[in-house]
């Protein structure tokens, strides 16, 4: 059973730094692609981020492209997400994500962090 936890959320200052988690009880975890998402109130889910089961790759959204960073380790099971100089516009709760290659849709889902920025 794939059961992914979310961490690291919080209240930070425009231009601030956060640091999310996200770790999986199933071993196979490595063999899943792993993505960031978020939702704000009143708004669709949106995608964020994401990284290939070999971590080979990343691809993120216009709006966080040169501020956040994806990683995993493998070993750990552990998949995180680095946001640097963040805005106001980036609260939401974050949720992370994973899915077989075989699959083209996220299928696994965590219950979400809080991440808010003040002004």
């Known amino acids: 059973q794939m059961h992914l936890v979310e961490s690291g959320g919080g209240l930070v200052q425009a231009g601030g730094s956060l640091i999310l988690s996200c770790v999986a009880s199933?071993?196979?975890?490595?063999?899943?692609?792993v993505g960031w998402f978020r939702q704000a109130p009143g708004k669709e889910r949106e995608f964020v981020a994401a990284?290939?089961?070999?971590?080979?790759?990343?691809n993120y959204a216009d709006s966080v492209k040169g501020r956040f960073t994806i990683s995993r380790d493998v070993r750990k099971n552990t998949v995180f997400l680095r946001m640097n100089s963040l805005k106001h516009e980036d609260t939401a709760v974050y949720y992370c994500?994973?899915?077989?290659?075989?699959?083209?849709?996220?299928?696994?889902w965590g219950q979400g962090t809080q991440v808010t920025v003040s002004s």
């Open positions: 994500a994973a899915k077989k290659v075989s699959d083209q849709e996220y299928t696994y």
């Open positions: 990284v290939t089961w070999d971590g080979d790759a990343t």
């Open positions: 199933d071993r196979t975890f490595g063999v899943f692609a």
